[in-house]
Each structure stands twice: as structure tokens, then as C-alpha cells.
């Protein structure tokens, strides 16, 4: 926290939070996290090709058509990192969590080795899924026995919390453009309220039935991204305060790691102060960028001389693949 009167403040943002997640708690006892539906995405980043070759699309259609439009399937295929490999003198060391062979076959958390081939289905569905006996790691032990198909049972790696470290493996380290935002999320120890990249990056939205008649909540493989507005929205708390002769607006930051979590995002906060009439008293302006991010478990103050009725907060998204910015948060806050 930066200061003290702060710290008050994002306890009581807190206590709230908390109530919202014993809420979800309840609707999802898997992975208590952000509200998360399906995500809208208006930037898309492409859709990866060639899937029928893939020997899962068979039988996990929808989860495959899910993932391909992802960073994940796109991590190879990406231009950006075509780009940026053809610069680089080892490109080998950029490989690894780019084109990785299967996590499994090393120690949770440990950095995938690059593999030599079908380069072009990136962080593809064995990376995470195969174990090194060929089984199929999952969330669950499936009573229906895939025999025949493929042999698979439950693994912590799969399971809330254990996905953590699946993630972290390769978004822990800091290397070319990469943020290894998975080191914010746990110097802030987010896990322990619950928190887990796949709570809030995978939404809960297929509920299944399985033979016992016990029901499940199946998560969607299409990544939950900052494009969506409603899903970055969720990373902002907002309280408006009047300190002394000034208008204070505290932005707290309810994301797992900071934000924005990628090179080259942009963020701008404007806080327009109005007065009973409605008409603009003073405006102030806090930006989000790599160099400086709102911090993991903290906030942002945004300062307006001055005081008035209301403050009217806008917040917009600049992605490198979006001709302009995007409208994400429109709230209005009275003190
Ligand atoms: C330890 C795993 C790892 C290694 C090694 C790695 N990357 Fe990545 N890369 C990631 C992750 C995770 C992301 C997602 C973005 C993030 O977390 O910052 C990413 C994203 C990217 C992006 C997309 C950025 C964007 O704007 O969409 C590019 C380009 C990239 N990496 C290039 C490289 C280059 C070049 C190297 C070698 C110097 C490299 N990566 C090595 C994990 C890795
Ligand atoms: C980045 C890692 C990652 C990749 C890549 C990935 N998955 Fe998953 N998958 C997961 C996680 C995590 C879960 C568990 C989610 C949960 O806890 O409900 C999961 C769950 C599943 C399940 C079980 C669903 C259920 O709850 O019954 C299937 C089936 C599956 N994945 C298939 C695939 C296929 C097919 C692909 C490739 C198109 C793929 N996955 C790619 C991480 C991944
Ligand atoms: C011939 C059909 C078939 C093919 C091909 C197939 N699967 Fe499955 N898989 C199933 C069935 C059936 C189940 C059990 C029911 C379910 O979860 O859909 C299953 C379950 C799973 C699970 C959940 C395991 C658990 O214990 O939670 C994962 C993960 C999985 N498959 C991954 C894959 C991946 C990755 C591929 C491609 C390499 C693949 N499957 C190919 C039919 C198939
Ligand atoms: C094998 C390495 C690897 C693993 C494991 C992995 N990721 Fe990633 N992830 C990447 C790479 C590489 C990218 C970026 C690819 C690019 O943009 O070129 C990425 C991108 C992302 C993005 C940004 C998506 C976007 O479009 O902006 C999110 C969110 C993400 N990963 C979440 C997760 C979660 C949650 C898990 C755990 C279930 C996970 N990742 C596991 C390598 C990995
Ligand atoms: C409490 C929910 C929450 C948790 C937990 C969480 N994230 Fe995020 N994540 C978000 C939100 C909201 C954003 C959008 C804000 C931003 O752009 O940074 C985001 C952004 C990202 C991005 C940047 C995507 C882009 O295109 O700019 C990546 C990569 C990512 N998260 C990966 C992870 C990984 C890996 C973990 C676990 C170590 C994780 N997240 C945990 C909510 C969460």
C-alpha cells in the first residue's frame, strides 16, 4: 500500500470483494474467482488452422474450436513473434513456451522444453494434458472409463490450486517481451483468497451430469482476455473520497498480477469532476503502461482539485492490434 488512509479504503474494497467471492464460492466451488462468462471479444487475434489434423478435434470439438483462437494455439504462428525471432541469435531459448513438448514430462513449475514437431498448433492440448505414460491428466477422475480412446485420470497440475503451477511455468519468467506476471501473483500470495489463473482466465460455463448424477461445471478453453471489456473491467475497483479540498478517486487493482499483465497494453483513466448541474468542474487522467503499472494487490489515486456532485470515470484499453482504443469502464461515483 502507498499510505496509510489508503490501506482503509481497500480493506473495505476487500471485505466487498470477499463478499462477491463467497458468493461465486458457492455457485463454483472449483475455483472461487471472478464472475467470468463467456467471453465477447472484440479484437480477435486470429483463429489457427488445420485442426481436423488434430487428433483430439474428433472428440473434443468444442473444446478445440475454443482454443484455437487463443494466444495459446496462436503462440507459434503469432507474426509478432515470427518477427521477433528472425532477430534474435538464439532463437532456441525463445522456443520452449512457445512450441513446448509436453509439461509433464518435467517438474511442476519448471520451463518446457521446445519440441521438434507440429510447430504450427503452438501451446497445444498436450502441453498440458499428457502425461508421460500417455494417459490424459485431467480435473476429474471420469468414472466412464475412456478405454479405447485414451486412458486419463485426475492430476493435481489439472485441479485447483495445482493449475497455478501449471501456468507459472511459463508465465513466471521475465525474458524478450514477456512479463512473468506469475511472480506478482504470488509475492501477493493471491492463491490463498482463492484466486487462480484458471478462476479468472477460464470461464465456468458447461454444466455436465456425470454417472452418478453429481454435477460439474466444465471450463471453457477460450482465454479470457482484457479485449473483452466486461472481463478488464473487473480488474478495477473505484471509490471516490473528498479529502480536504480535493476530489479523490482510489483505484484498486482486483486482478491476480498487475496491470496491465502485457508489453505494449495501455491504459488511461480519466475522472471527470461535474457539479450538480451536471457541467465538467475538473478532470484528472492516471495511465497504466509496462513502465508503470498498477502494482499486484494495490491501487492508483487519482487527484482533482476541487470539489462537486459527482465524478464520471472512463477507462480505455489501447491493444497493438486495435486501430484505436477501446471503451472498457464507464462509472459514474458520488462520495
Ligand atoms: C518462459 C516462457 C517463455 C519464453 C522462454 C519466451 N516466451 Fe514469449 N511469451 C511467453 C508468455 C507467457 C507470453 C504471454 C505474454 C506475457 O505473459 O507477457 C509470451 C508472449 C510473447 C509475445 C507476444 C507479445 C504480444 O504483444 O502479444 C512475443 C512476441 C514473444 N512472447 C516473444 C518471445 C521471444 C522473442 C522470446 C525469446 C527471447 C520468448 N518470447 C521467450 C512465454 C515465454
Ligand atoms: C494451457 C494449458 C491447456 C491447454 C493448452 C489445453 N488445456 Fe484442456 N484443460 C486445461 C485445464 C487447466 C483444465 C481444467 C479446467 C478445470 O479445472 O475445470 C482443462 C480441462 C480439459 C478437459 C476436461 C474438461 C472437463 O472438465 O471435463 C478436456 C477434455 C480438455 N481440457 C481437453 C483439451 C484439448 C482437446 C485441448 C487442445 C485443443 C486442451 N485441452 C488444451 C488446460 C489446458
Ligand atoms: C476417440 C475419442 C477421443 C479422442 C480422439 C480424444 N479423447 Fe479425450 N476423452 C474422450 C472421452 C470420451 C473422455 C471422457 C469424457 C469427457 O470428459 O469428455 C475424454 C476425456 C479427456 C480428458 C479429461 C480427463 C480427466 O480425467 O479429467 C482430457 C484432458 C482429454 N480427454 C484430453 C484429450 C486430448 C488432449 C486428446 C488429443 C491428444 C484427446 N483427449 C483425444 C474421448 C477422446
Ligand atoms: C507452455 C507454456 C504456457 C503454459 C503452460 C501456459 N501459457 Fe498462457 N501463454 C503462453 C504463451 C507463449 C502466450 C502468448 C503467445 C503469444 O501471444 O504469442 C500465452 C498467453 C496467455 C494469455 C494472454 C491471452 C491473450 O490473448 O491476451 C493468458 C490470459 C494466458 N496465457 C493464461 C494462461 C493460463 C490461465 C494458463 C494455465 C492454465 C497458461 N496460460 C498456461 C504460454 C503458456
Ligand atoms: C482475480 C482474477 C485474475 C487472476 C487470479 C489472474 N488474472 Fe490474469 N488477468 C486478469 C484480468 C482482469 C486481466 C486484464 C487486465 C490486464 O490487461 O492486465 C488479466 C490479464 C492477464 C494477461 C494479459 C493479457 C493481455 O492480453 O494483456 C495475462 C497474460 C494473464 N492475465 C495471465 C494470468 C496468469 C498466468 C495468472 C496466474 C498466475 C493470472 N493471469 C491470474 C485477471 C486475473
Known amino acids: 500500500m502507498r499510505n496509510g488512509s489508503i490501506q482503509v479504503r481497500c480493506v473495505v474494497l476487500l471485505a466487498s470483494a470477499a463478499a462477491l467471492l463467497s458468493l461465486l464460492r458457492a455457485q463454483d466451488p472449483q475455483f ?21 489434423q488434430l487428433s483430439c478435434t474428433k472428440c473434443h470439438e468444442k473444446i478445440v474450436e475454443e482454443w484455437s483462437s487463443t494466444a495459446h494455439a496462436l503462440a507459434w504462428v503469432d507474426p509478432v513473434y515470427q518477427s521477433e525471432i528472425k532477430e534474435k541469435r538464439k532463437p532456441e531459448a525463445c522456443h520452449g513456451c512457445h512450441i513446448p ?108 451430469v456425470d454417472s452418478k448424477g453429481k454435477k460439474r461445471l466444465v471450463r471453457s478453453h477460450a482465454l479470457q482476455t482484457p479485449r473483452d471489456p466486461a472481463f478488464l473491467a473487473r480488474a478495477f475497483g473505484a471509490k471516490l473520497t473528498v479529502e480536504k479540498s480535493a476530489t479523490v478517486v482510489t483505484i484498486s487493482n482486483l486482478a491476480g498480477h498487475r496491470v496491465p499483465g502485457l508489453i505494449g497494453r495501455e491504459i488511461e483513466l480519466e475522472a471527470t469532476l461535474l457539479d450538480a448541474q451536471g457541467k465538467t468542474v475538473a478532470k484528472g487522467t492516471q495511465s497504466l503502461s509496462t513502465s508503470s503499472p498498477m502494482p499486484v494487490a494495490d491501487s492508483v489515486r487519482i487527484e482533482i482539485v476541487g470539489t462537486g456532485a459527482s465524478v464520471h470515470l472512463v477507462g480505455r484499453h489501447t491493444d497493438p492490434r486495435a486501430d484505436k482504443p477501446v471503451v472498457f469502464l464507464e462509472r459514474d461515483l458520488k462520495p
Open 32 to 52: 472461487p474467482s471472478l464472475p467470468a462468462p463467456a467471453p465477447k471479444v472484440l479484437i480477435q487475434p486470429g483463429k489457427l488452422d488445420q485442426l481436423e
Open 101 to 208: 513438448e509436453p509439461m509433464s514430462a518435467g517438474e511442476a513449475g519448471t520451463r518446457p522444453e521446445p519440441r521438434k514437431d507440429a510447430l504450427h498448433y503452438g501451446v497445444t492440448c498436450e502441453t498440458c494434458h499428457l502425461a508421460a505414460d500417455g494417459a490424459m491428466l485431467g480435473p476429474v477422475d471420469i468414472e466412464a472409463p475412456t478405454a479405447g480412446v485414451h486412458a486419463s485420470r485426475r492430476a493435481d497440475s489439472l485441479a485447483s490450486p495445482g493449475t497455478n503451477a501449471l501456468c507459472s511455468s511459463c508465465h513466471r519468467t521475465s525474458i524478450g517481451p514477456v512479463i512473468g506476471i506469475a511472480k506478482d501473483f504470488e509475492a501477493a500470495d493471491k492463491a490463498k483468497g482463492g484466486d487462480s489463473c484458471v478462476g479468472c482466465h477460464f470461464a465456468a460455463e458447461r454444466e455436465v
